[in-house]
């Protein structure tokens, strides 16, 4: 049986990965995903049958540049060393693990409520729930932020492109 003092402050907790294995995780997850963008995106260009520059020529360099940055992130291309900063070898721990799935579950959400809800609705619902989950509590920051969010969205989309959601 171990006895502690009720002086002694309680041991970190362990991190779930090393610094080096987040970063490793993070870039492959982020390389998958570019991949499967790339790969959509040259697919709705062949779809089109248009030229070099089409449908797909945006979403396809978002893609291209997503891709490189995950790579720079599995390389570790910018990656300060332990000398450098003290942090760098402590590792990665979630503190609250209910609000990275609260918002995991507020990406989901948003995207199966696209064809359900109102674009700019789905948009505010989801802002709201994403402030709530990083701790906002004052409801008119809550509410007037969403409403703000949305808001934007719908100038910059309906009135300054044009483009109807």
């Given amino acids: 049986m171990t006895t502690t003092n009720a002086n002694t402050p309680d041991p970190a907790p362990r991190p ?16 998958g995903i570019a991949s499967w963008f790339l790969w959509q995106s040259l697919l709705l260009q ?4 248009s030229d070099a520059v089409g449908s797909g020529a945006f979403p396809g360099l978002v893609a291209a540049l997503m891709l490189l940055a995950a790579v720079a992130l599995i390389l570790g291309i910018g990656e300060t060393t ?3 900063d003290a942090e760098a070898e402590e590792g990665v721990s979630i503190a609250h693990p209910g609000a990275v799935l ?12 696209f064809d ?13 729930i994403v402030q709530f989950a990083l701790g906002e509590r004052r409801w008119a920051l809550l509410i007037g932020g969403s409403i703000a969010l949305a808001a934007l969205v719908w100038l910059l989309f309906a009135q300054l492109l044009r483009v109807p959601l």
Avoid: H
């Fill in 116 to 128: 359900r809800l109102p674009v700019y609705l789905a948009i505010a619902g989801f802002t709201f």
């Fill in 82 to 84: 332990a000398s450098d």
């Fill in 102 to 113: 609260a918002l995991f579950l507020a990406v989901v959400a948003l995207v199966l409520s």
């Fill in 46 to 49: 062949g779809a089109a049958g």
């Fill in 16 to 31: 779930l990965l090393s610094a080096r294995g987040a970063r490793i995780s993070a870039g492959l997850a982020a390389a």
